[in-house]
């Protein structure tokens, strides 16, 4: 990712999006949750007041939109942030994938949403893997494998017995498989391999910080 700073704050940036023309990504610093399904912002979401948003927005893991001049982003703090972008389209997601939800295929149903919703075609999508929890700091129970065997997942590819004799997670390495099995472009995809619990210092981590910690947020933006 690239570092931008100011006098007020420190964000990042996915430069394969960056050389892209009309759509802005960023990852907010500490310097400047249930798992469920996915929710449209439209013109008429827009026109709803504050209270009917919220509503809308509860239990919601992953937004999309279409329209222009509106941000959308996703708090995390571990979890994994998966950003969707269809160039052809003009149509965007933000997506928060903790192991639950990756498990449950929420990347996977995201895409489905923009195939159906705006005739999103995956390989033309372009994606970004936001910082979260590292394979190293994701030691998990044998049931958490489990999950993911009995969800299709390769599980030989994505995690393996430490020599503490526990289960790690790659939690990237399941958003990759998830998104290429759905068509998406392995060249299109980038993955930024930060590790929140082992950067708590500049990201938060319930992890490392507690349950409680602040999140920080990861998103993107259509130009107009």
């Not at 997506?95 to 923009?114: K, L, P, Q, T, Y």
């Not at 997670?169 to 930024?192: K, M, N, Q």
């Amino acid at each position: 990712m690239v570092l931008h700073e100011n006098k007020d704050c420190r964000w990042y940036s996915f430069p394969s999006f960056d050389a892209l023309p009309g759509v802005v990504t960023f990852v907010t610093t500490r310097n400047g949750v249930v798992h469920g399904d996915v929710q449209s912002i439209t013109d008429e979401f827009i026109r709803l007041s504050k209270p009917e948003q919220t509503a809308c927005l509860d239990g919601v893991d992953a937004v999309m939109t279409d329209c222009p001049s509106v941000a959308i982003a996703e708090s995390t703090a571990d979890c994994v942030p998966v950003l969707l972008y269809d160039a052809l389209h003009r149509a965007c997601a933000a997506v928060h994938a903790g192991w639950r939800g990756m498990a449950r295929h929420i990347v996977r149903r995201s895409i489905d949403e923009m195939v159906n919703m705006y005739g999103t075609v995956p390989s033309d999508l372009y994606v970004a893997v936001g910082p979260s929890i590292g394979p190293d700091n994701f030691e998990v129970g044998d049931e958490v494998v489990q999950t993911f065997d009995s969800e299709g997942f390769d599980v030989n590819r994505i995690a393996r017995r430490y020599p503490s004799g526990r289960f790690h997670i790659d939690l990237w390495a399941a958003a990759v498989e998830e998104l290429t099995a759905c068509g998406v472009d392995l060249s299109r995809i980038e993955v930024a391999g930060i590790c929140t619990r082992a950067h708590d210092w500049e990201f938060f981590s319930a992890r490392s910080l507690g349950f409680h910690s602040g999140r920080f947020l990861t998103g993107i933006y259509i130009c107009p």
